[in-house]
């Protein structure tokens, strides 16, 4: 579907916008238009798709859904994010933690001997990657054979 919209000229793909999640209230047997914001865990749909989309379609790749800190948009550039974008952060902790981030992210960068964020655009992505196949979903396999249940059985 990205390269469908990429070749009929979007300039920018989104992604993912978290659709609005109503409840269902079991005892009042009504459904609850509850607000929900996002978790930082949220954020790594994005975080594969854009991955795997980075260097693969013309248009720019904006990322969004559970960033929260300069580390979510660290990550999501080196995914391969030409932007971030916050919602839940910014209701949770008010506008001014944009400049918490802004400086957090400026003191990586320096830390690692980066100029800027598009030094390190799409470091991380499946083009770029030590090992793109972390991108698929085979590593369900290995995922699964070194999964350890933080409820183990009792024999
Ligand atoms: C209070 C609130 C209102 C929102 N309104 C809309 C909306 O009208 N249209 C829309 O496409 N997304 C809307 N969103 C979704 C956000 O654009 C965004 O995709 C989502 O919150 C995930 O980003 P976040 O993790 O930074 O919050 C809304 C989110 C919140 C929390």
Redesign the pocket.
């Known amino acids: 579907m990205a390269h469908r919209f990429d070749a009929l000229g979007a300039d920018a793909l989104?992604l993912?916008?978290?659709?609005?999640q109503p409840d269902v209230d079991l005892a009042k047997m009504e459904v609850t238009p509850n607000?929900?914001?996002?978790?930082p865990a949220?954020?790594r749909l994005a975080l594969h798709w854009i991955g795997i989309l980075y260097g693969k379609i013309r248009a720019n790749l904006a990322a969004?859904?559970?960033?929260?800190q300069a580390y979510d948009v660290i990550k999501m550039v080196m995914a391969g994010a030409d932007v971030t974008?916050?919602?839940?952060?910014?209701?949770r902790y008010g506008i001014t933690h944009i400049q918490k981030i802004e400086m957090e992210t400026a003191a990586w960068l320096e830390e690692h001997g980066c100029s800027s964020l598009s030094e390190i655009k799409g470091r991380m992505s499946q083009k770029n990657c030590p090992d793109p196949s972390a991108f698929e979903r085979s590593q369900y396999v290995r995922g699964l054979s070194s999964y350890t249940s933080l409820f183990p059985m009792r024999r």
């Open positions: 989104v993912f916008n978290r659709f609005y607000l929900t914001l996002s978790v949220d954020m969004t859904s559970g960033i929260y974008m916050l919602c839940s952060a910014l209701m």
